[in-house]
C-alpha cells in the first residue's frame, strides 16, 4: 500500500535556501585572488600573509614607485609634447594667449621654415656623416685603451689611467682655446684644421675626442669584469693577444660597444662646443639652427616658436636611433660601471 505523506499539525514544510548572490560573489573573487598567488593556500593565509603591516608597506611601496615613474616620464616627455604641438601651431595661434596646448588653426608653417632655414635636408646628411665617423673612431680607440688598462700590466699604468679620469673632471670649454690654436697651425706647419671635419676626426683618433674619458672607463670597467678562463683558454690554444682580442673579448663585448657608439654618435651630434668653435662654417645642424634667429626678425614669439621647432628636428633622428637600440643600450648599463 501506499503511504499517504500527510502532514502532521506540528511539521512544518522546509523550503529550499537559495544561496545569496554576494556571498556567491565574493566566494568566486577568493577563488581569482588564490589562483593568482604564488602558491597555492588558503584564504586564511592569504589574509594573513598580505593584510597585516608588510603587505600594507608593499602596497604602499607600490602606490609610491607608480607615481615616481608617472612623475619622471611626464618630466621628460612633456618637453616633446610642447615643441611637438607647437610646430604644428599657426603665426595667429603663438600670438593668441587663449591656446595654451592645442592649436585652434592647425598649420606646418614653422616646420616648413625650419626645413628652409637650417637647410634642414643637407645638414642632416653632413651631420650623419661627421658623427658616424667620429663615432667609430671614437669606439675603435676607446676599446683598444680600455682593453690594455683592463688587462695587462705595464710601467705607468696607474699615472696614465689618472690622466684618463681628468678626463672626464676637466671640462671641454677649458681646453678648447689652446685646442684651436694648435689645430690653426698644426705642429707649426701652417696647416689648419679649422672649418674642416679632420679637426674632430684627429681629435677622436687620438683619443682627444668629447666624452673620449668617460668611453676608455666604461670599457676597462666592462673588460675587468669578464672571467680571465677567457682569455686563458684562448692562450692554451695557441692565440695571442691580438687574436684574442678580436675573436674572444670583442664578440662577448659587444652589448657596451652598441652603447659607447650610441654615446658617441649623440653627443657628436648634438654638440655646440666643438662645432661651433673649431667648425664654425661647416653646414651642419647644430651650426644651420643658429641661422633661426636671425631669419625670424625681432618677432620674439616666432623666434621661439623657430626654435622649438628647429630643436624638434635636431633630435628626431636620434629618438628614431634608441628605438631601434634601446634593447642593446640597457642591457650593457646594467653591466657596466660597477666592476671593482
Known amino acids: 500500500m501506499e503511504e499517504n505523506n500527510v502532514v502532521t499539525p506540528n511539521e512544518v ?15 568566486k573573487i577568493k577563488e581569482k585572488i588564490l589562483s593568482h598567488s604564488e602558491e597555492v593556500m588558503t584564504w586564511d593565509r592569504w589574509k594573513r600573509k598580505n593584510l597585516n603591516l608588510n603587505g600594507l608597506g ?30 604644428f601651431m599657426s603665426t595667429n595661434d603663438i600670438t593668441d594667449n587663449t591656446v595654451m596646448y592645442l592649436p585652434r588653426e592647425g598649420s606646418t608653417y614653422f616646420i616648413q621654415k625650419a626645413l628652409t632655414t637650417m637647410d634642414y635636408w643637407s645638414a642632416l646628411l653632413n651631420t650623419a656623416l661627421l658623427s658616424l665617423g667620429v663615432a667609430v673612431l671614437q669606439l675603435f680607440v676607446s676599446t683598444f685603451v680600455g682593453y690594455g688598462f683592463a688587462r695587462f700590466k705595464f710601467w705607468g699604468k696607474n699615472v696614465l689611467f689618472l690622466l684618463v679620469i681628468l678626463m672626464l673632471i676637466v671640462p671641454s670649454q677649458t681646453i678648447i682655446l689652446p685646442l684651436y690654436v694648435n689645430l690653426n697651425n698644426f705642429l707649426g706647419t701652417g696647416l689648419s684644421f679649422i672649418d674642416t671635419p679632420f679637426a674632430l676626426l684627429f681629435l677622436a683618433i687620438t683619443g682627444l675626442g668629447l666624452k673620449n674619458g668617460l668611453y ?28 684574442t682580442f678580436f675573436s674572444v673579448m670583442l664578440p662577448n663585448a659587444s652589448n657596451m660597444m652598441i652603447t659607447i657608439f650610441l654615446f658617441a654618435f649623440t653627443w657628436q651630434w648634438t654638440d655646440t662646443t666643438y662645432n661651433t668653435m673649431l667648425m664654425p662654417n661647416l653646414n651642419i ?40 637600440a634601446q634593447r642593446y643600450f640597457i642591457q650593457s648599463i646594467e653591466r657596466s660601471g660597477l666592476v671593482e
Open 58 to 87: 608593499r602596497f604602499c611601496w607600490y602606490i609610491v614607485r607608480l607615481v615616481l615613474i608617472i612623475g619622471i616620464s611626464f618630466m621628460i616627455l612633456y618637453p616633446f609634447l610642447v615643441k611637438g604641438i607647437v610646430s
Open 13 to 27: 514544510p522546509v523550503k529550499e535556501k537559495k544561496p545569496n548572490f554576494f556571498k556567491k560573489l565574493w566566494e
Open 285 to 324: 645642424l647644430t651650426n644651420t639652427i643658429m641661422n633661426v634667429t636671425v631669419s625670424s626678425g625681432d618677432d620674439v614669439t616666432q623666434t621661439q616658436a623657430l626654435l622649438d621647432t628647429s630643436s624638434l628636428l635636431l633630435i628626431l633622428p636620434l629618438l628614431i636611433v634608441f628605438l631601434f
Open 216 to 243: 676608455i672607463y666604461m670599457m676597462r670597467q666592462f673588460f675587468r669584469g669578464m672571467p680571465k678562463e677567457l682569455e686563458m683558454s684562448a692562450y692554451i690554444d695557441g692565440a695571442g693577444h691580438f687574436r
